[in-house]
């Protein structure tokens, strides 16, 4: 998926809960965050619940979109 297709699916202020994350830094499993910004490389930039911003990268780490 590209960066501008992964910005019309994951707009600002999506809430995602982290399933995954391929990381020694990665956030715990269930972890609720929001959608910050998707940079040109298609990263997923976070503002997690437990105060990480680290970024998701699809198709390495496992995430689901909450709600709508």
């Known amino acids: 998926m590209t960066?501008?297709?992964?910005?019309?699916?994951?707009p600002k202020g999506t809430l995602i809960r982290c399933i995954c994350m391929d990381d020694p830094f990665?956030?715990?499993?269930?972890?609720?965050?929001?959608?910050?910004?998707?940079d040109d490389d298609g990263q997923i930039h976070m503002n997690w619940s437990n105060g990480s911003s680290l970024a998701l990268i699809p198709d390495i780490d496992t995430f689901m979109k909450v709600g709508g």
């Not at 960066?3 to 994951?10: D, M, S």
């Not at 990665?26 to 998707?38: E, F, K, N, Q, S």
């Open 3 to 10: 960066a501008n297709q992964l910005r019309n699916k994951y």
């Open 26 to 38: 990665a956030v715990p499993t269930g972890t609720l965050g929001i959608v910050d910004h998707i």
